[in-house]
Structures are given as C-alpha cells and as structure tokens.
C-alpha cells in the first residue's frame, strides 16, 4: 500500500514538473469578484522563476487595473478607484507586463551600472526579499482577461518589494504609468465632457486651509494622470468657470464670477504653466516669477484675496485651481501645491473678472 501511494505521489508530482502548462495554476490564484478584480485584498502567489512570458501574450481582451482598499489603511484623499478596465492598447498593455525583467536580468543591469560607477556589488543583493514599508492604501494587482472561456490571468503586484507574480513567475517592477497613459488615452477617446461647479458664495476658512485635509482643492483627474504628471490639466477642457473672492470675518466672500466663454486651450496652457515643478524658492517673500512659495503652506492659512478656477475636462474631470491674490501671491492645486503664479495667468484672470488686488 505503501508503495502504491508512493509511486502515486510520485507520478503527480513527474506531471506537475514536466508539464507545468497542464496545470491549472490560475486556480489557485484570488477569487475574483463580479466586477472581474480580486474579492479581496488577501491572497498571493508563491514566489518563483518560471521562464518564459509573465503572462499568455495571445488573445487578450481586455487589462484591468484593480486597487483593493486595505481595511488597516486609510484610503486615499480621492478615494481609491477600484476597477480600471482597459479595452483598448490591450497588446501593448500586455505587451508591458511581460517586458518586466526576471531577477536575473535586473541583477545583471545593476551589476553593469554599478560597474560603470567603478562601483562592485556584493554576491546577493536581495531582490524582492528586502523591502520598504511605504502604507499603500490599496492591493494592487493587474488581471488580464481573455476570449473565450479561457481563464483571466491575476498578476498580483508588492508594491514595497518590487515584484509582479503570477502563477510561478516573478518579475520585477510595475507598468503603472504606462497603464495610466493607455487609460487616459482610452479615456480621452470616449468624450464626456462635463460643467464644473459653480462659484459657491462664500468659503469657510476649513475649506481653503491647507493644513486640513478637507481645505485641498478638489482634482478628479490626481487618480488617473500617471506619466502626465508634469501637466495637471492633461486632457483638453470643455468648460472654465472662474470666481473672484475676498476676506471678509473669517469668511471668503464672492466678488465677482464669469464661465469662460472661449479659448479654453489657451485657459488649460496658462494653468499648466503656473503648476510645473520648477527650481526656484520656497520663500513666500519672493517676487512672482519662475519657482516655488510657502504661502499658503505657512502660517497664513486664510487668504485675503482669492480667484478659483474650476475646469472640467473631456473625460468628465473635474480640477479646482486656486490662486492666492493677497497676502501672497500662489496657485495651489492637485499635487502642485505652492507655485508662483505666472504674470499672464494673474493678467488673464483679471481681464475676467476685473482689476486684481
């Protein structure tokens, strides 16, 4: 009996080895919700270096991009966007995840620029065994669905580790920016135009303060804007409405407000202008220009003068730009907080809604 159950186990685990295709591997991967992304943020694939593609190159459909809001962590200022699903650009989506190096070819890399440094590494660096402890919000994970009734491949990404795995495989990285300038594209081609808000008539100080997370301008575009990062506006508008406002008793009061009637490419370039990363100062005392401001960042936490731009934009984002008048002079907006206004953008929002401060 002994025997019999030996050359059982054994005669599996030949199978297993000699056609590991045969195997089906996916099932063992997380359960997938109705939506087509994991049920949960619980699961993982065994580490491993299989050959060959991280995932079956032939007949894809469709990619989805899933981030599973982890239950310890808080979630994200916007809100985590759950399923991203992309049904265009899908070859070359794919295309990206089996780009990603295996461990040996990233420690050859390494090794080589290291070199060229004059620079030796030690025998084992540790790939994917040494990581950060950065407290993502979300499980991120990559599920590429096929034709047919073939079954969805579940690439489980660690963020902290720098890994992808699936079903055996390891690799090293994660296409996130190059998903995000696919969607956006995907995005961009099915226009939904949308108005942004009208001019409130007053804003509490909470809204506008800086150092509370409820007072950050508002930017539906934060979530999908991946390698357009260096622009906040990257998709054309589809309409700008702007709202002047001054202090009053702790209140921001509205002064004047107009909807840009034209020239909303010009509108969407100016504000792309004035939120770049650019060298300069963190001074709030220095005179507009080129560079970054403190005000509004400091201890001034109510503006005494303030214009707001809100834009929406062809995929049915929304952006908040608000510039600082008086005191000090700055835009605050998305991830770009603290930029020194240019002098056409402050021009341009005077001729809207009259001389400025």
Not at 306 to 327: F, Q, S
Request: hydrophobic letters at 40%; aromatic letters at 4%; glycine letters at 12%.
């Amino acid at each position: 009996m002994l025997l019999r159950v030996g050359r059982v186990i054994t005669g599996v685990l030949a199978l297993l080895l000699a056609a590991p295709a045969a195997f089906p591997l996916h099932s063992l991967g997380p359960r997938l919700a109705a939506d087509g992304c994991p049920a949960s943020a619980a699961g993982a694939w065994e580490g491993g270096d299989r050959p060959g593609d991280l995932v079956p190159a032939d007949g894809a459909v469709s990619v989805t991009m899933c981030e599973i809001p982890l239950p310890y962590r808080a979630p994200p200022p916007q809100g985590p966007v759950r399923v991203r699903k992309l049904t265009t650009q899908v070859d070359a989506m794919v295309a990206e995840l089996n780009a990603l190096p295996t461990r040996d070819v990233l420690e050859a890399g390494l090794r080589r620029s290291e070199a060229a440094k004059g620079r030796v590494l030690g025998d084992d660096l540790h790939l994917g065994e040494i990581c950060t402890a950065v407290g993502f919000g979300t499980s991120l994970s990559y599920v590429v669905h096929y034709a047919g009734r073939r079954p969805p491949a579940v690439v489980l990404v660690d963020r902290n580790c720098g890994t992808a795995r699936y079903a055996g495989r390891t690799r090293f990285g994660n296409p996130v920016n190059a998903f995000l300038g696919f969607y956006l594209t995907q995005l961009q081609a099915r226009p939904k135009p949308v108005v942004p808000p009208g001019c409130a008539a007053g804003l509490p100080a909470a809204k506008v303060d800086l150092h509370r997370p409820q007072g950050w301008p508002r930017d539906d575009v934060a979530v999908n804007r991946g390698p357009a990062f260096g622009e906040l506006l990257p998709s054309p508008l589809s309409a700008a409405i702007a709202c002047r406002y001054r202090a009053d008793d702790g209140v921001l009061r509205l002064r004047a407000q107009v909807a840009v009637p034209a020239g909303l490419a010009s509108v969407r370039s100016l504000i792309n202008a004035s939120t770049v990363v650019r060298p300069g100062t963190d001074s709030p005392a220095t005179p507009p220009g080129p560079g970054r401001t403190g005000c509004g960042m400091d201890g001034i936490r109510l503006p005494a003068d303030l214009d707001v731009v809100w834009v929406g934009d062809i995929t049915g984002a929304v952006v908040e730009v608000r510039v600082w008048r008086a005191p000090c002079r700055a835009v605050h907006a998305g991830r770009t907080a603290g930029r020194v206004p240019t002098a056409e953008l402050l021009s341009r929002l005077d001729a809207w809604l009259g001389p400025g401060p």
